[in-house]
């Protein structure tokens, strides 16, 4: 049991959430559970439930119990943030379900639905959900679920949570909270049933692991999710639960610092010769913006990578119709070649605003 106040601040309960000393030497940090088995005292004699490590893992849980805390519900996690999303539809929906997507989304969720899981009957249609009268137009007798991404990627559109709530009638509300993280939005306190993330980007922040997770408010989900995550086993690793779990304790600290950045790089965007359409939400590290040489630029940048992915503490650029958003090309959701995106690090600001002026100036 956490030896923290339940009423303690988010930075606090960054810090703790999920950590408890070891119980066998004190340790601060507990160990990694690097193993596929345990021990059974006698057939089916086991602790807890770790019984095989693909059903539970202590490093994997108090990972769980550290992300459910922070989204305030009870988390299950996977070894992407695709698998998530999978584990995800596959419990909320059957064949023959209807899903509302949002038209502006990350490409890969585009990809699952329409290449993979169309192929069990599941129908999709694309939504500005900006637009909560076409959101409500959307939503049928069978909708099933209305996946929201906020802020999308890659155009950084806010979309208003608990205005999807008030209409989604009798389909639950799953929102991808990958790019503001619980530091600015937890979606299931805005009434969502579901929060989802691709641990990757900000929550392991360091560019050093790929994984998932859905957080459920509601006990039943949450043991629908559990019971597919070891019928279906898309399960992370120790070591990556490990890594996020580190990454999560400094989390306030480094969105903060995107923040101050992304803030800086789209002011200096903004009067930038050529550049058009800047976007940053307020808050989180990604901004957009769309150049009509987008190619050449992000060849030129030394201190932003080009590089797919995102938060992570250093810069990344990259172009996403030619990167990340392949998968939509062709659809409703496709999007400008001109669009650059950039996920700003923690770097000084400074370094990253000369950085994109020598970019734009060769
Ligand atoms: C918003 C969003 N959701 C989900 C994913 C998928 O996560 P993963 O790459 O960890 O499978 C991504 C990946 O870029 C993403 O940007």
Not at 38 to 51: H, I, L, S, T, W
Not at 58 to 69: N, S
Not at 162 to 169: D, I, N, P, S, T
């Amino acid at each position: 049991m956490s030896r923290i106040p339940a009423d303690a601040r988010f930075a606090t309960r960054a810090v703790h959430a999920g950590l408890d000393p070891d119980p066998a030497y004190g340790s601060v940090i507990p160990a990694i559970h690097q193993t596929s088995t345990y021990a059974q005292a006698a057939p089916g004699r086991f602790v807890e439930d770790y019984d095989y490590a693909r059903s539970a893992n202590p490093t994997r849980a108090a990972l769980e119990r550290a992300v459910g805390e922070l989204e305030g519900g009870r988390a299950v996690t996977f070894s992407s943030g695709l698998a998530a999303e999978h584990a995800l539809i596959t419990v909320a929906c059957a064949g023959g379900a209807h899903v509302v997507l949002p038209a502006d989304l990350y490409g890969g969720t585009y990809r699952l639905v329409d290449k993979v899981l169309s192929r069990w009957g599941l129908e999709y249609d694309l939504v500005d959900q900006t637009d909560l009268g076409a959101l409500e137009r959307a939503v049928r007798d069978e909708t099933a679920l209305i996946w929201v991404e906020t802020p999308t990627n890659p155009l950084l559109n806010v979309v208003d949570v608990e205005g999807v709530v008030a209409r989604k009638r009798g389909a639950l509300v799953a929102v991808d909270n990958t790019f503001a993280t619980p530091v600015n939005q937890r979606p299931l306190e805005l009434g969502a049933d579901f929060a989802v993330h691709s641990m990757t980007k900000y929550l392991g922040g360091h560019s050093d692991t790929v994984a998932g997770a859905v957080v459920a408010r509601d006990d039943r989900w949450y043991d629908e999710l559990r019971f597919v995550q070891n019928a279906v086993g898309a399960v992370p690793g120790p070591l990556d639960c490990f890594l996020v779990h580190r990454g999560l304790r400094t989390l306030h600290l480094r969105m903060a610092a995107h923040a101050e950045n992304a803030r800086a790089v789209s002011e200096f965007l903004r009067g930038a010769p050529g550049v058009e359409d800047v976007r940053w939400p307020g808050f989180s590290g990604m901004v957009s913006f769309r150049h009509p040489d987008a190619t050449a630029l992000v060849s030129r940048t030394r201190v932003f990578t080009l590089a797919e992915s995102l938060g992570g503490v250093e810069s990344l650029i990259e172009v996403p119709q030619a990167m990340t958003h392949g998968s939509v090309e062709g659809s409703a959701a496709a999007v400008p070649p001109d669009l650059v995106r950039l996920s700003c690090g923690v770097e000084a600001a400074e370094d990253l605003v000369a950085d994109l002026a020598q970019a734009l100036r060769d």
